[in-house]
């Protein structure tokens, strides 16, 4: 029996029983239960500042026919709540003699991640030594460091999917993640470093065995390299992107365009371009839930798809769109396994996982080599995409200058500006050294907001917009 319905007063039979009628006249739709728990722990300036627990059950049921939905949710799981809940779905979808019911979601045994519970793992207190030692460790490792800032984030969720004709999905996700940010300041000049890290396991994955102060030593390595930089140049230049996170790029500019609502809509730049040469011969683009542990990556996606390694552009031609259930059936091709939602308040829309630009054969070394003027970009902060076009604005948090094929100083300021469709045909290099990020990525869209991961290898952009202040 389902822990849902441990203290509710309708049985996991019934519940079934209901979201069978319910949707036995529609195209598709489920009733997505979960429950979840999370924790975060930020020590700042020495002090723990703050601490937060919170806990959150629930269902979203949701019917679907042809390309209207109806969605109802509630943090109350009881006989009341799931009946005023097919009611309203009922009144709300109008399916007739046209309906086309649409098969449930193969299954498979793969398990992506441990069923563990990084909260309940490691004691709080243990948690919060572990935030002191770190700041102690950082503060004695320079002495110009002149605030620490550390966080903890945890979370466990539990889902059950219940489709008609009594067919279940179930799936418990860990997350974890680990952030440390420093301020330097040196001959009156201050500057920043930051560094995290994280994805679907336990805690001591990350925090066992001193691993932590590999991500400490980042924090302050990108902080003095800040303190040494100059102000950036502007214009038209070849930048470098390196590998791993530069990849956020990539997701944002071109991701989201290739998300399969989008497309049916015809709001995206790509929508008729399937099978179309759309960049470089050297660029092959792919979406993977499947990588072990990862923090976009999902064994099952929240309609009860099981995860895949879905090629969205092969050696420049655009081959694919990531799908849910509802946008496949209306563009006549399968689920992918992206149907994601925040949580159970949400209902499902074509979404990322751990998207990346796969392998070249091509080093970094002889891409700076062929750059006489240029940017090495190695990590980005903030950013803005408009989807419909592409077009995007990247601030760099550590950026080199590249001058006669030799990377030179560190800049400050860098901003690259640019359309995602229009880079693609001007990456002329792709690197052997694929990376993905180390497990820090949010997506956000229509206002939900889920784990993501990025990644490629290092690439060089023949042409590309740099704003800087040294004009």
């Excluded at 601490?51 to 969605?71: L, Y």
């Excluded at 502007?234 to 989008?262: C, Q, R, S, T």
């Amino acid at each position: 029996m389902s822990d849902f319905f441990n203290n509710s007063d309708i049985s996991q039979q019934q519940t079934e029983q209901l979201v069978s009628e319910t949707l036995n006249k529609c195209d598709d739709g489920e009733l997505f239960l979960e429950n979840s728990k999370s924790e975060s722990l930020l020590l700042d300036d020495g002090k723990i500042k703050n601490t937060s627990f919170d806990t959150s059950i629930g269902f979203g049921f949701r019917a679907v026919h042809e390309d209207k939905t109806a969605f109802c949710h509630s943090n109350i799981i009881s006989k009341k709540s799931l009946n005023d809940a097919a009611k309203n779905l009922g009144s709300n979808i109008s399916p007739n003699s046209q309906t086309k019911k649409q098969s449930g979601p193969k299954r498979t045994n793969v398990k992506l991640y441990e069923d563990t519970d990084p909260i309940e793992n490691k004691p709080f207190e243990e948690k919060v030594q572990l935030l002191k030692k770190i700041d102690d460790y950082i503060r004695k490792k320079n002495h110009n460091i002149k605030q620490v800032t550390a966080s903890f984030f945890g979370e466990h969720q539990s889902i059950e999917i219940i489709k008609s004709e009594n067919r279940i999905y179930k799936d418990q996700r860990p997350l974890v993640r680990f952030n440390v940010s420093v301020m330097m300041e040196k001959n009156g000049k201050q500057e920043t470093g930051s560094y995290g890290t994280g994805g679907r396991m336990d805690y001591e994955n990350y925090l066992g065995k001193d691993n932590w102060k590999l991500i400490c030593d980042e924090a302050i390595r990108q902080a003095e390299v800040n303190l040494e930089s100059k102000p950036a140049p502007a214009g038209e230049m070849k930048v470098v992107l390196g590998p791993g996170w530069p990849g956020i790029i990539l997701h944002e500019a071109i991701g989201h365009g290739l998300e399969g609502d989008f497309n049916r809509k015809k709001t995206s730049a790509f929508h008729n371009l399937i099978g179309q040469k759309i960049a470089n011969e050297n660029v092959t683009v792919v979406d993977d839930g499947t990588i072990a542990s990862r923090r976009g990556s999902l064994t099952i996606d929240d309609e009860g798809t099981p995860s895949a390694r879905n090629v969205l552009i092969e050696n420049g031609i655009l081959k694919n769109f990531m799908q849910d259930r509802m946008n496949a059936k209306l563009m006549k091709v399968e689920p992918t396994g992206n149907g994601r939602r925040e949580s159970f308040e949400y209902a499902p829309m074509p979404r990322m996982t751990n998207t990346f630009m796969v392998n070249g054969n091509h080093t970094q070394e002889e891409m700076i080599k062929s750059v006489d003027k240029g940017i090495y970009a190695v990590s980005f902060g903030g950013g803005q995409v408009d989807i419909t076009n592409g077009k995007f604005v990247f601030s760099c948090t550590e950026a080199y200058e590249i001058s006669n094929g030799k990377i030179g100083s560190p800049l400050k300021g860098v901003t690259l500006i640019g359309n995602g469709p229009d880079i693609l045909t001007k990456v002329s290099m792709v690197g052997n050294d694929m990376k993905l990020d180390p497990g820090i990525g949010t997506c956000g869209k229509n206002g939900q907001w889920v784990p993501v991961g990025v990644g490629q290898p290092s690439i060089l952009v023949n042409q590309i917009t740099v704003g800087g202040t040294n004009i």
